[in-house]
T-cell receptor, first 114, second 115 residues
Framework: AQSVTQLDSQVPVFEEAPVELRCNYSSSVSVYLFWYVQYPNQGLQLLLKYLSGSTLVKGINGFEAEFNKSQTSFHLRKPSVHISDTAEYFCAVSGNTGGFKTIFGAGTRLFVKA | DTAVSQTPKYLVTQMGNDKSIKCEQNLGHDTMYWYKQDSKKFLKIMFSYNNKELIINETVPNRFSPKSPDKAHLNLHINSLELGDSAVYFC??????????????FGPGTRLTVL
């Protein structure tokens, strides 16, 4: 079975500071990994995804994530955050099991302070 | 044009009532989903349909019945609403079921409040 753990429920950070949102996964098969962002009162939208190839994945809005198979991690990073990055961030995993479900983590609330 | 749309955006109702939420996608996708997001933001899949066929039913109470008249629409009907049904319900779609590498496109959500 697949699972996703987001290690921080909330991450407060000052504007223009770097940020890392942590995500660990478990799976017995090859996985595909995603980060989604949910702005207040909106649906989720894709930030980036890892399917194969280069372990460093670049996404929208200056975010990037690194797939680390040995540590089963897929941490999201941004070198300098803006107030507008305040949102809920979800790590997700899908694979060839469980009816092709996508499993979402519990979310990390990023709060950017001025 | 909105890719995945849901109506209504807000729904406030009394316990015991029956209500429906509608979802439409204009992306030409084969697969559609219903998710429930609770007050702690936890997102849990409820149903998945592929080209009008039910694929995933995640042990959701029988009071919840999805209906897909065509592959662009997936509606959710809820009977005998309970307090615990209060949540935000999201519809989503993806290109094809077995293309699991595809991203999901989410609607704006329907906030259901049961009094």
């Amino acid at each position: 079975a697949q699972s996703v753990t987001q290690l921080d429920s909330q991450v407060p950070v000052f504007e223009e500071a770097p940020v890392e949102l942590r995500c660990n996964y478990s799976s017995s098969v090859s996985v595909y990994l995603f980060w989604y962002v949910q702005y207040p009162n909106q649906g989720l939208q894709l930030l980036l995804k890892y399917l194969s190839g280069s372990t460093l994945v670049k996404g929208i809005n200056g975010f990037e994530a690194e797939f680390n198979k040995s540590q089963t991690s897929f941490h999201l990073r941004k070198p300098s955050v803006h107030i507008s990055d305040t949102a809920e961030y979800f790590c997700a995993v899908s694979g060839n099991t469980g009816g092709f479900k996508t499993i979402f983590g519990a979310g990390t609330r990023l709060f950017v302070k001025a | 044009d909105t890719a995945v749309s849901q109506t209504p955006k807000y729904l406030v109702t009394q316990m015991g009532n029956d209500k429906s939420i509608k979802c439409e996608q204009n992306l030409g996708h084969d697969t559609m989903y219903w998710y429930k997001q609770d007050s702690k933001k936890f997102l849990k899949i409820m149903f998945s349909y592929n080209n009008k066929e039910l694929i995933i039913n995640e042990t959701v109470p029988n009071r919840f019945s999805p209906k897909s008249p065509d592959k662009a629409h997936l509606n959710l009907h809820i009977n005998s609403l309970e307090l615990g049904d209060s949540a935000v319900y999201f519809c989503a779609s993806s290109l094809k079921l077995r293309a699991i590498t595809n991203e999901q496109f989410f609607g704006p959500g329907t906030r259901l409040t049961v009094l």
